[in-house]
């Protein structure tokens, strides 16, 4: 009887340790980027990047498969499956800048993307905090204060994106580094928005159930 219960209620923590390991799954792909764009010496390459989307992928898939088999979940299935899916966007969109990143190399500045990687790294941190506080039933109030940070670092970010495209717009630079740099630009830029995304799932599945 015991295990007959324990299958109908799905193994609820199985969802929430899932979220967790892929929301850590997209905080490394953070951290893999900033070893990226700050290698000293040797050839630059993205494998690590292209690990952690595909351990995200897996997880992604894992969580879709336990929603086919499990009858009860902690939250409604199609939340559970619109954050996981905001997750996994996060190191894709990592992954496609470090391709992009690679093709452009020779023409990047020293530090080139600093700003943009402190707004990066703080987005995601957020979005960690969040997921974990989903398993520790984190009151509206707080979590209103994570998702409203991230709306204030996807703003930054958007200024940040305007004042990098004033300066590329000045006639300093070339024309073919303009085009590389506002591209790349624009990647990391989507990647805070992602974070966002997901943020906003997770506030909103929150507030339904307060």
Known sequence: MINLLRRLMGHNDKFFALLEASAAE?????????RLL??????ATIDDLVRTRRNEKRITEEISQELCKTF???FEREDIEA???ALYKIPKCI??????FLLGHPRMEPREFDRHLDLLTRSVDTVVEMVQGLRQHEDLETMKE???RLHRLESDADRLMMEMTRELYSGR???LRVIVILDLYSTLEKVV???RDAGNIIFQIVLKYS
Do not use: I, M, W, Y
């Open 193 to 195: 928005d992602r974070c």
């Open 72 to 74: 009860v979940t902690p």
């Open 26 to 34: 997209a905080r490394a792909s953070v951290q893999q980027l900033a």
């Open 83 to 85: 954050l996981s899916f």
């Open 146 to 148: 994570r998702n409203d």
């Open 38 to 43: 700050h290698q000293d010496g040797g050839p």
């Open 173 to 175: 630079h070339e024309a």
């Open 95 to 100: 992954e496609k800048f470090g391709e992009k």
